[in-house]
């Protein structure tokens, strides 16, 4: 079993669906982040959450929303997205949001196709 | 701030060859500095990481970093490349001062032909 699991792996939406993204670690960790890659660009950081409670939103826009109901679990809910928006979307945890020196752990990511 | 630089986004080697790939980083502070693996398809994973123990960190697959101070590099070299080793590699160095986070450089593509 992976440290970090990521369902879908694939997704397909259309620019008015809704769909969510699923995030479970299996670590022991308390802290779990979203990243965006994109062709060409960057891993940017999304999200960051420590013990539940979200630490960091890096002016991400409002079609995405995260929720993070235990510190095992973390979801990254999509509406209204915008072609632009396709990318993999990578799933991590830490020990402990900000500390320098931790290990973040990645998920294999889902590829989100918005048509 | 802290910051990374990969140099070549990418480098291709015969299998066999010397990989090195190149990573300069920025930091006003002794950095934390790590190197992640992406191969097709999926996330990344660590490879190897300095926490300001030996200066040569060694790491999974035969591959190894070296810390320079001197010319805030932490190059990511292995003897012999083997077509495995063909992924993205990922330069990071954790911020410090204030909320810490990890930055990651843009990535260098390794090709390994035969």
């Known amino acids: 079993e992976t440290g970090v699991t990521q369902t879908p792996r694939h997704l397909v939406m259309g620019m008015t669906n809704k769909k969510s993204l699923k995030c479970e670690q299996h670590l022991g960790h308390n802290a779990m982040y979203w990243y965006k890659q994109s062709a060409k660009k960057p891993l940017e950081l999304m999200f960051v959450?420590?013990?539940?409670?979200?630490?960091e939103n890096n002016s991400v826009p409002s079609r995405f929303s995260p929720e993070c109901p235990n510190s095992s679990h973390l979801f990254l809910h999509l509406h209204t997205l915008q072609p632009e928006d396709s990318a993999l979307y990578l799933c991590?945890?830490?020990?402990?949001?900000?500390?320098?020196?931790?290990?973040?752990?990645f998920g294999e990511g889902s590829w989100l196709t918005v048509v | 701030a802290q910051s990374v630089t990969q140099l070549g986004s990418h480098v291709s080697v015969s299998e066999g060859a010397l990989v090195l790939l190149r990573c300069n980083y920025s930091s006003s502070v002794p950095p934390y500095l790590f190197w992640y693996v992406q191969y097709p398809n999926q996330g990344l994973q660590l490879l190897l990481k300095y926490t300001s123990a030996a200066t040569l960190v060694k790491g999974i697959n035969g591959f190894e970093a070296e810390f320079k101070k001197s010319e805030t590099s932490f190059h990511l070299t292995k003897p012999s490349a083997h077509m495995s080793d063909a992924a993205e590699y990922f330069c990071?160095?954790?911020?410090?001062?204030?909320?810490?986070?990890?930055?990651f450089g843009a990535g260098t593509r390794l090709a390994v032909h035969p």
């Open positions: 991590a945890s830490s020990q402990e949001a900000g500390h320098a020196g931790n290990t973040i752990y």
């Open positions: 990071a160095v954790w911020t410090s001062g204030g909320y810490n986070k990890l930055i």
């Open positions: 959450y420590n013990f539940k409670e979200q630490t």
